[in-house]
């Protein structure tokens, strides 16, 4: 199989061949620098040494699958700064376990979370993966905030290690930190929902107005499907900016579960007021009547319909929740 590499914004992921992992055995960097590459001199690390053999026995028995390991290298500079990989193939029930390792001065640059980010998509999009699991040392904080950025959920722990699993099939929700992310899911999402979105400017000033906000996704099988964009009004008041759902994905309880999500952040911050402005109840579109009726249930009360927001032509029902 030929594997082509990754690329991010500001990293390559290249993969591991059976002649690079012979020569780092030996500790000689020839076969790396081949590539064009230079070699960070704190790497591999001694966790990479430890699996360079049995990375030789499985590509000397079989195809290069990507199930093996990936260089990490920045491309600013073509140094390997790192790896990242997985501990052999899919079980039978499509589950695979990562790990990855950025030597120690390439850290708290983030580096760490983008060859995840990347790697983790490369296996998501594989058909016969379904489970991703990883663990972390209980201490290792950092690791454990890229694993949850990831959409990863903490399943146990020991007295040394958290484990922590993403199932494709499930809904997995992630706060989005890149904007241009942010407007790319709010564009397409509501271009999919004209009864709700149907003009244009504003569809426009939504995807424009998501990059000031914190924004929050729903993902099923790698795809986003849903999302919530909360805006601060003030120390004491967030407000809904947007919120939408993909028509197959009503009903489903993805909208509370969003909300349940943005609400959990917010009153950690100790704000105490979510609002939400929406169609008033004075016109008469049943869709909005729906919307409504879901923001009574998951506790919104109407506080007033105002003309003079929107127009006469659509009325503004503002809506409040206490979040204390």
């Known amino acids: 199989m030929k594997l082509k590499n990754i690329d991010t914004k500001r990293l390559t992921l290249i993969p591991i061949t059976l002649q690079v992992s ?48 990936w260089m990490i290298v920045k491309k600013d500079n073509s140094e390997v700064i790192g790896d990242i990989g997985f501990h052999g193939g899919p079980d039978e029930a499509g589950e695979v376990e990562i790990g990855y390792g950025i030597v120690e001065e390439e850290r708290k640059n983030g580096f760490g979370f983008e060859a995840a980010r990347a790697i983790f998509n490369w296996a998501i999009e594989r058909e016969n993966v379904n489970v991703i699991k990883a663990d972390c040392l209980i201490n290792n904080i950092p690791s454990a905030k890229i694993l949850k950025r990831l959409g990863m959920k903490e399943t146990n722990r020991d007295d040394e290690l958290i484990y922590w699993k993403y199932d494709k099939m499930a ?37 424009e107005g998501v990059k000031n906000t914190d924004f929050y996704a729903a993902y099923v099988s790698n795809k986003p499907v849903g999302f919530i964009s909360i805006k601060t009004n003030n120390i004491y008041t967030s407000e809904i900016y947007v919120v939408g759902i993909l028509r197959e994905y009503h009903g ?30 004075s016109h ?36 409040v929740k206490n979040l204390v």
């Open 22 to 69: 012979e020569t780092l055995i030996n500790g000689e960097n020839a076969e790396v620098e081949k590539l064009g590459l230079k070699v960070n001199k704190a790497w591999p690390t001694d966790d990479t040494r430890d699996i360079l053999p049995i990375i030789v026995k499985v590509l000397k028995e079989n195809e290069p699958s990507g199930f093996e390991t």
């Open 284 to 319: 008469p579109d049943k869709n909005y009547k729906e919307t409504r009726k879901f923001y009574k249930k998951v506790g919104f009360y109407p506080l007033e319909e105002i003309e003079e927001i929107w127009g006469k032509a659509n009325p503004c029902l503002i809506m």
């Open 252 to 281: 489903n309880g993805l909208g509370r579960e969003l909300l349940n999500t943005s609400e959990k952040i917010l009153i950690e911050s100790e704000v105490k007021f979510l609002m939400v402005k929406t169609l008033g109840e």
């Open 171 to 207: 809904v997995n929700i992630l706060k989005i930190l890149v904007n241009e992310e942010k407007a790319k899911i709010t564009d397409n999402i509501l271009r999919n929902l004209p009864e709700w979105f149907g003009i244009e400017e504003a569809i426009v000033e939504y995807v």
